[in-house]
């Protein structure tokens, strides 16, 4: 069994050489306890990163009801602790990230289809996919590029968008108007992250 100075040594040298202080450090030290018991449980990372993945499908599924709140919850937390289980079970693997991602990119579809359903705008929901992905696109090819730095940390990294959609899903069920002017204001600072990465890329390729 990984210790948990190992795990922690391990998930910096796998983020460009990131802290573990702070917020990060508390989150995993949760993920390292979520390692022991998916271990114990005999759920493998890439089991989770599926049932990440079918919880945003659930999300979109039934998003004009609570269980949608739920789901989407679920979904971020699976999503979360995939990467610090394979850690902590020494299955890091270039497949598994490469599953993680394109199964990021399918959640968040999943995630603005609830928001369209609830009724945002398609339009709206369409560019909000489109920018983070292209953002996310940008970093991966930044890394294929040999650009280990960790980068600038946007306004709207993916714990934030799924935040948007919850409080969008909150908003919506307790009839609070205003999901598309919240919408609206999340493609804005969607935008802007996506402006910072692409700042950043053209200072490190130059």
């Not at 210790?3 to 989150?27: C, D, M, Y």
């Not at 603005?112 to 339009?123: D, E, H, N, S, T």
């Not at 899903?169 to 919240?182: E, Q």
Request: charged letters at 15%.
């Amino acid at each position: 069994m990984i210790s948990k100075n190992e795990f922690l040594e391990r998930w910096s040298q796998l983020h460009s050489g990131s802290p573990v202080t702070g917020i990060v450090g508390a989150w995993l030290s949760i993920s390292y306890r979520c390692g022991l018991v998916a271990t114990l449980l005999r759920i493998t990372p890439n089991a989770l990163t599926l049932l990440g993945l079918l919880a945003a499908v659930a999300t979109a599924y039934w998003a004009l009801s609570l269980w949608a709140i739920a789901f989407l919850v679920f979904s971020l937390f699976c999503d979360g602790i995939d990467g610090s289980v394979a850690i902590f079970q020494k299955k890091e693997s270039a497949r598994g990230a490469i599953f993680d991602s394109v199964a990021d990119r399918i959640s968040e579809a999943m995630w603005l289809v609830a928001l369209y359903r609830i009724g945002v705008p398609a339009w709206i929901t369409i560019l909000l996919w489109v920018i983070a992905s292209v953002q996310e696109y940008a970093r991966a090819r930044l890394s294929s590029l040999g650009v280990n730095e960790l980068g600038v940390v946007t306004p709207v990294e993916r714990p934030v968008r799924a935040s948007f959609i919850f409080i969008a899903l909150i908003m919506w069920h307790v009839n609070i108007s205003g999901t598309t002017y919240l919408s609206i204001a999340y493609l804005v600072l969607q935008t802007i992250s996506l402006y910072l990465v692409v700042r950043f890329a053209r200072s490190q390729l130059h």
